[in-house]
Protein backbone atom coordinates (compact mmCIF):
# COMPACT_ATOMS: atom_id res chain seq x y z
CA UNK A 1 0.00 0.00 0.00
CA UNK A 2 1.51 3.29 -1.13
CA UNK A 3 1.37 6.39 0.41
CA UNK A 4 -0.74 8.37 -1.28
CA UNK A 5 -3.34 5.06 -1.11
CA UNK A 6 -3.02 5.38 3.26
CA UNK A 7 -3.12 8.97 2.98
CA UNK A 8 -6.65 8.57 1.11
CA UNK A 9 -8.16 6.13 3.38
CA UNK A 10 -7.08 7.73 6.55
CA UNK A 11 -9.45 10.85 5.47
CA UNK A 12 -12.18 8.09 4.23
CA UNK A 13 -12.02 7.26 7.41
CA UNK A 14 -12.09 11.05 8.88
CA UNK A 15 -15.39 11.58 6.45
CA UNK A 16 -17.03 8.72 7.51
CA UNK A 17 -16.53 9.72 11.03
CA UNK A 18 -17.97 13.06 10.97
CA UNK A 19 -21.16 11.85 8.32
CA UNK A 20 -21.65 7.99 9.62
CA UNK A 21 -24.80 9.31 11.79
CA UNK A 22 -25.80 10.88 8.51
CA UNK A 23 -25.89 8.62 6.22
CA UNK A 24 -27.14 6.17 8.66
CA UNK A 25 -30.49 7.91 8.26
CA UNK A 26 -30.94 6.80 4.60
CA UNK A 27 -29.26 3.44 5.21
CA UNK A 28 -25.79 3.75 3.96
CA UNK A 29 -23.61 2.11 6.20
CA UNK A 30 -19.34 2.24 6.41
CA UNK A 31 -18.97 -1.02 4.67
CA UNK A 32 -20.84 0.05 1.48
CA UNK A 33 -18.89 3.33 1.93
CA UNK A 34 -15.96 1.87 1.69
CA UNK A 35 -16.22 -0.69 -0.74
CA UNK A 36 -17.32 1.67 -3.50
CA UNK A 37 -14.54 3.62 -2.77
CA UNK A 38 -12.44 0.67 -2.86
CA UNK A 39 -13.75 0.21 -6.36
CA UNK A 40 -13.39 3.18 -7.74
CA UNK A 41 -10.42 4.36 -6.29
CA UNK A 42 -8.25 1.45 -6.47
CA UNK A 43 -9.79 -0.47 -9.35
CA UNK A 44 -6.85 -2.36 -11.00
CA UNK A 45 -8.08 -1.58 -14.55
CA UNK A 46 -8.74 1.93 -13.83
CA UNK A 47 -8.51 3.42 -10.31
CA UNK A 48 -5.64 6.28 -9.29
CA UNK A 49 -4.65 4.65 -6.58
CA UNK A 50 -2.52 1.78 -6.38
CA UNK A 51 -3.36 -1.50 -4.21
CA UNK A 52 -0.25 -4.28 -3.80
CA UNK A 53 -2.48 -7.50 -2.86
CA UNK A 54 0.79 -9.46 -2.76
CA UNK A 55 2.10 -7.34 0.05
CA UNK A 56 2.57 -9.23 3.18
CA UNK A 57 1.10 -6.15 5.01
CA UNK A 58 -2.51 -6.21 3.28
CA UNK A 59 -2.59 -9.96 4.17
CA UNK A 60 -1.65 -9.05 7.93
CA UNK A 61 -4.12 -6.28 8.26
CA UNK A 62 -6.68 -8.53 6.85
CA UNK A 63 -6.17 -11.48 9.19
CA UNK A 64 -5.31 -9.23 12.58
CA UNK A 65 -9.00 -7.35 11.65
CA UNK A 66 -11.10 -10.54 11.70
CA UNK A 67 -8.93 -11.90 14.79
CA UNK A 68 -9.67 -8.26 17.16
CA UNK A 69 -13.20 -8.21 16.05
CA UNK A 70 -13.45 -12.12 17.18
CA UNK A 71 -11.99 -11.67 20.60
CA UNK A 72 -14.22 -7.82 20.89
CA UNK A 73 -17.34 -9.92 20.22
CA UNK A 74 -16.85 -12.98 21.97
CA UNK A 75 -15.69 -11.10 24.81
CA UNK A 76 -18.48 -9.48 25.40
CA UNK A 77 -20.57 -12.64 25.20
CA UNK A 78 -23.02 -12.77 28.47
CA UNK A 79 -22.47 -16.21 29.61
CA UNK A 80 -24.61 -16.29 32.55
CA UNK A 81 -27.84 -14.77 30.21
CA UNK A 82 -26.97 -17.42 27.64
CA UNK A 83 -27.21 -20.81 30.39
CA UNK A 84 -30.81 -18.62 31.18
CA UNK A 85 -32.04 -18.63 27.45
CA UNK A 86 -29.72 -20.84 25.61
CA UNK A 87 -32.18 -22.77 23.19
CA UNK A 88 -33.00 -19.48 20.56
CA UNK A 89 -28.88 -18.90 19.88
CA UNK A 90 -27.74 -22.78 20.66
CA UNK A 91 -30.44 -23.70 17.62
CA UNK A 92 -29.10 -21.44 14.99
CA UNK A 93 -25.70 -21.97 16.04
CA UNK A 94 -25.97 -26.44 16.74
CA UNK A 95 -28.43 -26.60 14.14
CA UNK A 96 -29.17 -23.68 11.83
CA UNK A 97 -25.27 -22.91 10.42
CA UNK A 98 -24.24 -26.33 9.89
CA UNK A 99 -27.11 -26.55 7.69
CA UNK A 100 -26.68 -23.57 6.04
CA UNK A 101 -22.62 -24.42 5.22
CA UNK A 102 -23.80 -28.13 3.91
CA UNK A 103 -26.92 -26.61 2.36
CA UNK A 104 -24.80 -23.19 0.99
CA UNK A 105 -21.94 -26.23 -0.40
CA UNK A 106 -24.32 -28.91 -1.83
CA UNK A 107 -25.92 -25.59 -4.25
CA UNK A 108 -22.54 -24.56 -4.97
CA UNK A 109 -21.42 -27.75 -6.24
CA UNK A 110 -24.63 -27.96 -8.23
CA UNK A 111 -24.60 -24.65 -9.89
CA UNK A 112 -20.53 -24.06 -10.05
CA UNK A 113 -19.36 -25.68 -13.05
CA UNK A 114 -15.92 -27.09 -12.75
CA UNK A 115 -16.06 -26.48 -8.47
CA UNK A 116 -13.93 -28.87 -7.21
CA UNK A 117 -16.14 -30.41 -3.65
CA UNK A 118 -13.62 -28.97 -1.24
CA UNK A 119 -13.59 -25.56 -2.77
CA UNK A 120 -17.55 -26.13 -3.01
CA UNK A 121 -17.02 -26.43 1.08
CA UNK A 122 -15.13 -23.40 1.10
CA UNK A 123 -18.08 -21.39 -0.50
CA UNK A 124 -20.56 -22.82 2.01
CA UNK A 125 -18.40 -22.59 4.85
CA UNK A 126 -17.38 -18.81 3.92
CA UNK A 127 -20.96 -17.40 3.52
CA UNK A 128 -22.32 -19.14 6.32
CA UNK A 129 -20.99 -16.87 9.13
CA UNK A 130 -22.91 -13.30 9.57
CA UNK A 131 -22.03 -9.99 10.30
CA UNK A 132 -23.95 -7.81 12.67
CA UNK A 133 -22.18 -4.78 11.91
CA UNK A 134 -24.22 -4.71 8.58
CA UNK A 135 -27.17 -5.15 10.88
CA UNK A 136 -26.35 -2.52 13.85
CA UNK A 137 -28.98 -0.54 13.12
CA UNK A 138 -31.13 -3.14 14.16
CA UNK A 139 -29.33 -4.35 17.32
CA UNK A 140 -29.11 -0.94 18.45
CA UNK A 141 -33.30 -0.59 17.95
CA UNK A 142 -34.60 -0.21 21.11
CA UNK A 143 -38.33 -0.90 20.06
CA UNK A 144 -36.79 -4.55 19.01
CA UNK A 145 -37.14 -7.09 21.43
CA UNK A 146 -34.54 -7.61 23.42
CA UNK A 147 -34.07 -11.15 23.25
CA UNK A 148 -34.61 -10.66 19.30
CA UNK A 149 -31.41 -8.26 19.03
CA UNK A 150 -28.78 -10.07 21.54
CA UNK A 151 -29.69 -13.61 19.69
CA UNK A 152 -28.34 -12.00 16.13
CA UNK A 153 -25.59 -10.31 17.76
CA UNK A 154 -24.46 -13.47 19.79
CA UNK A 155 -24.89 -15.51 16.40
CA UNK A 156 -22.76 -13.36 14.27
CA UNK A 157 -20.72 -13.17 16.88
CA UNK A 158 -20.02 -16.84 17.50
CA UNK A 159 -20.77 -18.25 13.87
CA UNK A 160 -17.41 -16.68 11.83
CA UNK A 161 -14.98 -18.43 14.77
CA UNK A 162 -17.03 -22.03 14.83
CA UNK A 163 -16.73 -22.04 10.81
CA UNK A 164 -13.09 -21.02 10.61
CA UNK A 165 -11.18 -24.46 11.46
CA UNK A 166 -13.66 -25.22 8.61
CA UNK A 167 -12.82 -22.84 6.15
CA UNK A 168 -8.94 -23.63 6.99
CA UNK A 169 -9.86 -27.42 6.13
CA UNK A 170 -11.39 -26.64 2.86
CA UNK A 171 -8.56 -24.20 1.39
CA UNK A 172 -5.48 -26.89 2.79
CA UNK A 173 -7.50 -29.40 1.33
CA UNK A 174 -8.46 -27.37 -2.35
CA UNK A 175 -4.79 -26.66 -2.13
CA UNK A 176 -3.41 -30.43 -1.92
CA UNK A 177 -6.32 -31.16 -4.75
CA UNK A 178 -4.34 -28.27 -7.06
CA UNK A 179 -0.66 -29.16 -6.10
CA UNK A 180 0.10 -25.88 -4.52
CA UNK A 181 3.95 -26.01 -3.25
CA UNK A 182 3.89 -25.96 0.63
CA UNK A 183 0.25 -28.47 0.79
CA UNK A 184 0.02 -31.86 0.78
CA UNK A 185 -2.87 -34.31 1.52
CA UNK A 186 -2.25 -34.51 4.90
CA UNK A 187 -2.83 -30.58 4.96
CA UNK A 188 -6.27 -31.19 5.79
CA UNK A 189 -5.48 -33.44 9.21
CA UNK A 190 -3.15 -30.59 9.91
CA UNK A 191 -5.87 -27.87 10.04
CA UNK A 192 -7.17 -30.72 12.73
CA UNK A 193 -3.95 -29.76 15.11
CA UNK A 194 -3.96 -26.65 13.90
CA UNK A 195 -7.88 -25.75 15.93
CA UNK A 196 -6.24 -28.06 18.93
CA UNK A 197 -3.37 -25.45 19.05
CA UNK A 198 -5.52 -22.53 18.95
CA UNK A 199 -7.97 -23.64 21.75
CA UNK A 200 -5.10 -24.55 24.24
CA UNK A 201 -3.16 -21.06 23.40
CA UNK A 202 -7.08 -18.99 23.33
CA UNK A 203 -7.55 -20.56 26.77
CA UNK A 204 -3.92 -19.99 28.09
CA UNK A 205 -4.17 -16.22 27.19
CA UNK A 206 -7.78 -15.54 27.68
CA UNK A 207 -7.74 -17.05 31.27
CA UNK A 208 -4.38 -15.62 32.07
CA UNK A 209 -4.65 -12.41 30.67
CA UNK A 210 -8.35 -12.07 32.58
CA UNK A 211 -6.44 -13.14 36.26
CA UNK A 212 -3.64 -10.61 35.44
CA UNK A 213 -6.09 -7.46 34.25
CA UNK A 214 -8.40 -8.55 37.37
CA UNK A 215 -5.24 -8.72 40.08
CA UNK A 216 -3.17 -5.81 38.62
CA UNK A 217 -7.08 -3.41 39.13
CA UNK A 218 -7.50 -4.91 42.63
CA UNK A 219 -4.04 -3.74 43.92
CA UNK A 220 -3.84 -0.62 42.26
CA UNK A 221 -1.15 -1.39 40.28
CA UNK A 222 -2.24 -0.21 36.38
CA UNK A 223 -2.41 3.07 35.22
CA UNK A 224 -5.07 4.81 33.45
CA UNK A 225 -6.13 2.83 30.20
CA UNK A 226 -3.72 0.09 31.21
CA UNK A 227 -6.88 -2.16 31.27
CA UNK A 228 -7.64 -1.21 27.74
CA UNK A 229 -3.62 -1.92 26.83
CA UNK A 230 -3.56 -4.88 28.35
CA UNK A 231 -7.34 -6.44 26.46
CA UNK A 232 -5.48 -5.41 23.06
CA UNK A 233 -2.08 -6.94 24.10
CA UNK A 234 -4.51 -10.51 24.79
CA UNK A 235 -6.23 -9.76 22.07
CA UNK A 236 -3.26 -10.00 19.38
CA UNK A 237 -0.79 -12.21 21.63
CA UNK A 238 -3.37 -15.11 21.17
CA UNK A 239 -3.33 -14.04 17.69
CA UNK A 240 0.16 -14.06 17.39
CA UNK A 241 1.00 -16.78 18.93
CA UNK A 242 -0.96 -19.20 17.93
CA UNK A 243 0.35 -18.44 14.43
CA UNK A 244 3.80 -18.42 15.12
CA UNK A 245 3.12 -22.10 17.31
CA UNK A 246 0.99 -23.13 13.86
CA UNK A 247 -1.99 -23.01 15.37
CA UNK A 248 -4.91 -21.13 14.04
CA UNK A 249 -4.90 -17.36 15.42
CA UNK A 250 -8.73 -17.02 14.28
CA UNK A 251 -9.58 -19.85 16.83
CA UNK A 252 -6.97 -18.93 19.49
CA UNK A 253 -8.56 -15.23 19.24
CA UNK A 254 -12.01 -16.01 19.64
CA UNK A 255 -11.77 -19.02 22.42
CA UNK A 256 -9.54 -16.07 24.28
CA UNK A 257 -12.45 -13.63 23.70
CA UNK A 258 -14.89 -15.91 25.44
CA UNK A 259 -12.28 -16.93 28.17
CA UNK A 260 -11.35 -13.56 28.79
CA UNK A 261 -15.08 -12.03 29.28
CA UNK A 262 -15.91 -15.28 31.35
CA UNK A 263 -13.18 -15.17 33.75
CA UNK A 264 -12.69 -11.57 34.16
CA UNK A 265 -14.27 -10.28 37.57
CA UNK A 266 -16.48 -7.50 36.57
CA UNK A 267 -17.46 -6.14 39.69
CA UNK A 268 -13.54 -4.75 39.73
CA UNK A 269 -13.21 -4.33 35.54
CA UNK A 270 -16.15 -3.33 33.33
CA UNK A 271 -15.26 -5.69 30.42
CA UNK A 272 -17.15 -2.92 27.93
CA UNK A 273 -14.73 -0.56 28.71
CA UNK A 274 -11.60 -2.96 29.14
CA UNK A 275 -12.76 -4.15 25.26
CA UNK A 276 -12.84 -0.91 24.19
CA UNK A 277 -9.67 -0.28 22.44
CA UNK A 278 -9.00 -3.71 20.49
CA UNK A 279 -12.80 -3.10 19.19
CA UNK A 280 -12.29 0.12 18.36
CA UNK A 281 -8.81 -0.78 16.17
CA UNK A 282 -10.69 -3.74 14.82
CA UNK A 283 -13.45 -1.37 13.12
CA UNK A 284 -11.19 0.78 11.70
CA UNK A 285 -9.10 -1.81 10.29
CA UNK A 286 -12.70 -2.96 9.30
CA UNK A 287 -12.80 0.19 7.17
CA UNK A 288 -9.60 -0.57 5.48
CA UNK A 289 -10.74 -4.19 4.67
CA UNK A 290 -13.36 -3.33 3.21
CA UNK A 291 -11.53 -0.63 1.13
CA UNK A 292 -9.55 -3.95 0.10
CA UNK A 293 -12.69 -5.74 -0.99
CA UNK A 294 -14.27 -3.10 -3.55
CA UNK A 295 -10.52 -3.09 -4.86
CA UNK A 296 -9.77 -6.50 -5.04
CA UNK A 297 -12.79 -8.85 -4.98
CA UNK A 298 -15.67 -6.77 -6.37
CA UNK A 299 -13.46 -6.98 -10.17
CA UNK A 300 -12.97 -10.53 -9.52
CA UNK A 301 -17.48 -10.74 -9.24
CA UNK A 302 -17.90 -8.64 -11.68
CA UNK A 303 -15.60 -9.51 -14.59
CA UNK A 304 -16.73 -13.28 -14.35
CA UNK A 305 -20.72 -12.17 -13.84
CA UNK A 306 -22.82 -14.89 -14.64
CA UNK A 307 -26.61 -16.16 -14.32
CA UNK A 308 -25.44 -18.90 -12.23
CA UNK A 309 -23.21 -17.27 -9.76
CA UNK A 310 -26.38 -14.48 -9.20
CA UNK A 311 -28.64 -17.15 -8.47
CA UNK A 312 -26.19 -18.65 -6.26
CA UNK A 313 -25.98 -15.29 -4.29
CA UNK A 314 -29.39 -14.67 -4.54
CA UNK A 315 -30.16 -18.26 -3.47
CA UNK A 316 -27.53 -17.83 -0.52
CA UNK A 317 -29.06 -14.71 1.36
CA UNK A 318 -32.51 -16.23 0.90
CA UNK A 319 -33.00 -20.09 0.93
CA UNK A 320 -29.54 -20.99 2.22
CA UNK A 321 -30.35 -18.76 5.51
CA UNK A 322 -33.76 -18.89 5.83
CA UNK A 323 -34.13 -22.51 5.48
CA UNK A 324 -32.00 -23.46 8.28
CA UNK A 325 -33.10 -20.72 10.44
CA UNK A 326 -37.02 -21.99 10.23
CA UNK A 327 -35.34 -25.42 10.56
CA UNK A 328 -33.87 -24.86 13.56
CA UNK A 329 -36.54 -22.77 15.13
CA UNK A 330 -39.15 -25.63 14.92
CA UNK A 331 -41.14 -26.23 18.17
CA UNK A 332 -39.56 -23.16 20.29
CA UNK A 333 -42.67 -21.60 19.80
CA UNK A 334 -41.40 -18.80 18.38
CA UNK A 335 -43.85 -16.69 16.36
CA UNK A 336 -43.69 -16.90 12.45
CA UNK A 337 -42.78 -12.82 12.28
CA UNK A 338 -39.40 -13.56 14.01
CA UNK A 339 -38.15 -16.35 12.38
CA UNK A 340 -38.67 -14.48 9.28
CA UNK A 341 -36.95 -11.40 10.54
CA UNK A 342 -33.75 -13.51 11.72
CA UNK A 343 -33.97 -15.11 8.67
CA UNK A 344 -33.44 -12.51 6.58
CA UNK A 345 -31.27 -10.30 8.89
CA UNK A 346 -28.09 -12.92 8.18
CA UNK A 347 -25.96 -10.03 6.71
CA UNK A 348 -22.77 -11.93 5.07
CA UNK A 349 -19.84 -9.32 5.80
CA UNK A 350 -16.25 -9.30 7.39
CA UNK A 351 -15.54 -12.71 7.67
CA UNK A 352 -16.88 -13.56 4.55
CA UNK A 353 -14.31 -11.29 2.93
CA UNK A 354 -11.33 -12.05 4.99
CA UNK A 355 -11.63 -15.50 4.60
CA UNK A 356 -11.94 -14.68 0.40
CA UNK A 357 -8.79 -12.49 0.79
CA UNK A 358 -7.12 -15.75 2.56
CA UNK A 359 -8.15 -17.73 -0.66
CA UNK A 360 -6.76 -15.24 -2.82
CA UNK A 361 -3.33 -15.90 -0.62
CA UNK A 362 -3.70 -19.43 -0.56
CA UNK A 363 -4.68 -20.29 -3.40
CA UNK A 364 -3.95 -17.38 -6.19
CA UNK A 365 -6.66 -16.29 -8.87
CA UNK A 366 -6.32 -19.74 -10.98
CA UNK A 367 -8.97 -20.13 -12.95
CA UNK A 368 -10.65 -23.51 -11.27
CA UNK A 369 -10.43 -20.97 -8.16
CA UNK A 370 -12.02 -17.56 -9.85
CA UNK A 371 -16.11 -18.95 -9.76
CA UNK A 372 -15.47 -19.40 -5.80
CA UNK A 373 -13.96 -16.07 -5.30
CA UNK A 374 -16.83 -14.56 -7.63
CA UNK A 375 -19.79 -16.28 -5.86
CA UNK A 376 -18.36 -15.59 -2.01
CA UNK A 377 -18.28 -11.69 -3.12
CA UNK A 378 -21.31 -11.13 -5.57
CA UNK A 379 -23.44 -12.60 -2.48
CA UNK A 380 -21.14 -10.07 0.20
CA UNK A 381 -21.91 -7.08 -2.02
CA UNK A 382 -25.26 -7.80 -2.85
CA UNK A 383 -25.61 -8.37 1.47
CA UNK A 384 -24.01 -5.19 1.85
CA UNK A 385 -26.63 -3.19 -0.35
CA UNK A 386 -29.57 -5.19 0.04
CA UNK A 387 -29.09 -5.73 4.10
CA UNK A 388 -28.11 -1.85 4.66
CA UNK A 389 -31.00 -0.58 2.94
CA UNK A 390 -33.68 -2.94 4.37
CA UNK A 391 -32.61 -2.89 8.23
CA UNK A 392 -34.26 0.36 8.83
CA UNK A 393 -38.12 -0.27 6.74
CA UNK A 394 -38.07 -3.81 8.04
CA UNK A 395 -36.74 -3.61 11.69
CA UNK A 396 -39.73 -0.52 11.91
CA UNK A 397 -42.36 -3.49 10.26
CA UNK A 398 -41.49 -5.99 13.21
CA UNK A 399 -41.30 -3.72 15.68
CA UNK A 400 -44.72 -2.71 14.65
CA UNK A 401 -45.59 -6.58 14.36
CA UNK A 402 -44.60 -7.14 18.17
CA UNK A 403 -46.57 -4.03 19.42
CA UNK A 404 -49.89 -5.23 17.38
CA UNK A 405 -49.39 -8.48 19.38
CA UNK A 406 -49.49 -7.27 22.92
CA UNK A 407 -52.87 -5.95 22.42
CA UNK A 408 -53.50 -7.00 26.24
CA UNK A 409 -50.35 -4.77 28.50
CA UNK A 410 -50.00 -7.93 30.42
CA UNK A 411 -50.10 -10.14 27.10
CA UNK A 412 -46.55 -11.28 26.31
CA UNK A 413 -46.01 -12.59 22.78
CA UNK A 414 -44.97 -15.85 22.11
CA UNK A 415 -41.28 -15.09 21.59
CA UNK A 416 -41.20 -13.54 24.60
CA UNK A 417 -43.33 -16.02 27.01
CA UNK A 418 -41.70 -17.06 30.47
CA UNK A 419 -38.77 -19.45 29.53
CA UNK A 420 -37.82 -16.79 27.28
CA UNK A 421 -37.64 -13.24 29.17
CA UNK A 422 -35.22 -10.28 27.91
CA UNK A 423 -34.29 -9.14 31.36
CA UNK A 424 -30.86 -9.27 31.97
Known amino acids: ?22 LARVNINGPLVFSVAGYTLANPDWGPLSVDFEAPSIHVIAELTLALLLFSDASRVNVARLKRDIRF ?39 APTDAALSAQLINDDRIPVRVRTVLNVESGLNDGIVTPIVAFTLAVAASQLEIAGHDESSGGGA ?39 TLGAALGSFALAVALDGNGFIAAFVAGIAFGAALDDEIVDVENAGELPELLGEILALVVWFLFGAVLVPVAFNNFGVAILVYALLSLTVVRMVPVALSLLGTGIDRGTVLFVGWFGPRGLASVVFALLAVEELGETQLVVPALAAVSLTVLLSVVLHGISAGPLGSRYAHFEHGQMKDPGEVPRSRRPGHTDRE
Open 192 to 230: LLELAVGVAIGLAIGLGSAFLITLGSRRHWIIEGGRRLG
Open 89 to 127: PARLLGIGLPLSVVLGSLLAAWLLDDLSWALAGFVGATL
Open 1 to 22: MTEGTFAVLALLVLAWAVTSDL
